[in-house]
C-alpha cells in the first residue's frame, strides 16, 4: 500500500495531492476517450471533434503548469485555454445527451409501472 504509506509518514507532502491529481487526470482521460469513440461510433463527428479538443485542452493546461515563470499573460492564456475546452465538453455532452435522449429514451418523463408478481 504505497499510498497508505505516502499519507501517513507525510499528510502535507505534495506526493499525497500528486497521487489524487493523478488519479483525477486518469479518469478525466478515460472518460474522454470513451466518449470520444461513443460519438464517432454514433456517427455524431461534432461531438467527438468537441472532445478531442477537450483533451488537447487538458494536456496543454498540463505543459503550460510546467513553465516556471508564470506571468499574468500566462495565467489569462491558460484560463482561456481551460474554458474553451470545457465549453467544448459541454456543447459535445449536449450533443450526446441530445442523441441519447431521441433514440434511447433517456430523460423522457415516462411513468413508472409497478411490478407485478
Do not use: C, H
Not at 504509506?5 to 506526493?15: D, G, L, Q
Request: net charge neutral; proline share 3%.
Amino acid at each position: 500500500m504505497q499510498v497508505q504509506f505516502i499519507y501517513t509518514s507525510n499528510p502535507t507532502s505534495p506526493a499525497w495531492e500528486r497521487v489524487l491529481l493523478s488519479v483525477m487526470v486518469l479518469a478525466t482521460i478515460i472518460t474522454g476517450v470513451l466518449l470520444i469513440i461513443f460519438s464517432f461510433r454514433q456517427k455524431l463527428p461534432l461531438a467527438g471533434w468537441l472532445f478531442i479538443l477537450n483533451l488537447v485542452g487538458i494536456f496543454l493546461l498540463n505543459g503550460l503548469a510546467r513553465i516556471d515563470e508564470q506571468t499574468i499573460m500566462l495565467q489569462w492564456i491558460e484560463e482561456s485555454i481551460n474554458t474553451i475546452s470545457w465549453l467544448a465538453f459541454m456543447f459535445a455532452a449536449m450533443k450526446i445527451y441530445e442523441y441519447t435522449r431521441a433514440n434511447y429514451g433517456v430523460g423522457t418523463s415516462s411513468k413508472l409501472q409497478a411490478a407485478t408478481a
